[in-house]
């Protein structure tokens, strides 16, 4: 053992001696944030992150504590001019019609089928849980995991013409990346349904299935006739993830407060004010939709992503406020 | 960059020259599973760890597939003579006592404070729960957290007249560590409540809480009096993780199917099917309970832990099962 020890000893000082010269000749870090414009925004996100990866610092968050929360819609990717799922919703039921003649007469599907977006604006809530369920439920997990699958491949956003996963914000794919590279483990906290997001979210933002919580159907243990086992999705909703629901999932999923939370609308507010209240440092962010060019502007009187009480709070309290326009150098990957 | 690189390339160099240098001192490496005897049940387990991990074999796993799930009791700690969780309960009813005087006359509470097991076992599953309810809902989720982190220091196991953590086994910690250390994803998915476990399980098993699955009641976002948001325990069961709810609870959670899933009763019967129904390489383990000089014997006509279809399973379908008293060395850590 002797030998082996010395020569690790050995081995250890060559490397470090040669790590040293190296260094010495290393150029500047890049820029973690590349699509961030410099300023308050950007800085408070950076000192952040300093502060509770610093070993030895006084806010030091040992790694297995950083946890980061982001709202899905809005917040990673846009929501306009409808939620990405529910246009998914709207093709399953053009694509499912043949089967169900009885939609021709029966809301909210008819105004489906006839692309009259005022009824179906006016079947409200519950119209629209009446559509999820059609489309949603009354099949196996794998079976719906499919469907979504072959709808991202063909489905392209009426805007940009492009599929709706091109649609993800480029400078938040930084602060992903930026997060889990110090030691932090990124979530997704939607009120989107579980299931459609987790065939897609490992490959847009690095986000692992385990890491997505959202919106869900029962589901049911079944054993099918050939003696397999699967899991049938039920017509009924389990759980809305919107919210007083987030910070609930959040215990329930994963169990510790996070240190640091993102979201863009009035849905995320209850989250955002249980990561404030936890001890030690804590990190609340909104994105303000405020660039009607590049991507869209609204916020207090919106149907979709309504950004008001939230707003005021952050305002009140310095949470950090992300203007779209001001602070982001591009909104989409296919723009750099 | 130039002479960076070149600078990088010679310590490369020299760090492989050194490390085969010390690789032929090196002794042959440590068995990863010291406290399990060697045979065809130690063999399984290595071999097909050995197969999901060979880079570029017939069978490889990425290391984001390798999901492992374990039950608790009976699986990673003992469940005699009564689920641990339940001691616990009947702790807190004792202790809740005196602000309860209409337990001395109200059933299943009577029983308990008169150590009147016979009466409270006839109060069957419907006591059970009112027992959980009166003692695990009602406050919030820190303030339950607190009480098992109390309960765990003081209270003492009736035979070994030890702390309750201390009666994990030895092997499957060793398990738990040797799939870690071969890229695997440990969870654990119980009956027990889910919070009851998330305080005590990363420092016992080194399983974080966002990795613990179990039993849960409707917990609610409150604004408290001071303008503090809170969790606050609701009395009413949310949802059964046993049985069929195990696999239905993974897909919730986990999002995938595990590739190993470990149980020892019929409750674990449904996730092993739908570890057991999925492609490619499967490890499907059972613990059964055979030593009752070091741990306890029982399985087909148990009050805890029943063990009987799944047995039938495992046998007919050649899954994994331990047998306590021929594989495992000792049973707990203090038996070292």
């Known amino acids: 053992m002797r030998s082996l020890g010395t020569c690790r000893h050995a081995l250890l000082w060559v490397a470090v001696g ?31 992150v300093r ?35 529910f246009a998914f919703a709207l ?19 008819k105004a489906v089928l006839d692309g009259d977006l005022k009824t179906l604006a006016a079947s409200g809530e519950k119209g629209l849980v009446e559509l999820l369920i059609a489309t949603h439920t009354g099949m196996t997990t794998d079976e719906f995991a499919q469907t979504v699958v072959e709808w991202l491949a063909t489905a392209r956003h009426p805007r940009f013409q492009r599929p709706y996963t091109d649609l993800v914000y480029q400078p938040m794919l930084e602060l992903l990346a930026y997060l889990r590279g110090n030691g932090f483990k990124t979530y997704i906290v939607s009120g989107g349904t579980v299931e459609f997001m987790r065939v897609w979210t490992e490959r847009s933002y690095g986000i692992p299935p385990e890491q997505v919580v959202g919106t869900t159907f029962v589901t049911q243990f079944q054993t099918r006739k050939d003696g397999r086992p699967a899991l049938m999705r039920q017509p009924k909703l389990e759980f809305l993830n919107d919210g007083p629901g987030k910070p609930v999932a959040i215990n329930k999923f994963v169990g510790r407060r ?30 303000h939709h405020t660039d009607g060019d590049r991507e869209w502007a609204y916020d207090r009187t919106s149907h979709i992503g309504r950004l008001d009480k939230a ?22 990957p296919f723009q750099r």
Chains 1, 2 share one sequence.
């Open 18 to 48: 040669l790590s040293l010269a190296c260094a010495r000749l290393a150029l500047a870090p890049a820029d973690p944030l590349p699509s961030w414009n410099s300023g308050p925004v950007k800085a408070s996100i950076m000192d952040f």
């Open 51 to 85: 502060r509770v990866t610093m070993a030895g610092g006084a806010e030091f968050v040992p790694p297995t504590a950083r946890i980061a929360i982001f709202d899905n819609d809005g917040t990673l990717w846009s929501e306009q001019p409808i939620y990405f799922q």
């Open 91 to 109: 093709d399953r039921v053009r694509a499912l019609a043949p089967k169900h003649p009885e939609w021709k007469t029966r809301q909210p599907f």
């Open 258 to 287: 996070p240190i640091l939370a993102f979201g863009n609308s009035d849905g995320d507010h209850q989250m955002l004010q249980w990561t404030a209240a936890g001890g030690g440092p804590r990190f609340m962010g909104l994105v």
């Open 311 to 332: 707003l005021d709070e952050a305002l009140a309290k310095g949470w950090t406020v992300v203007d779209m326009k001001r602070d982001w150098k591009v909104i989409y």
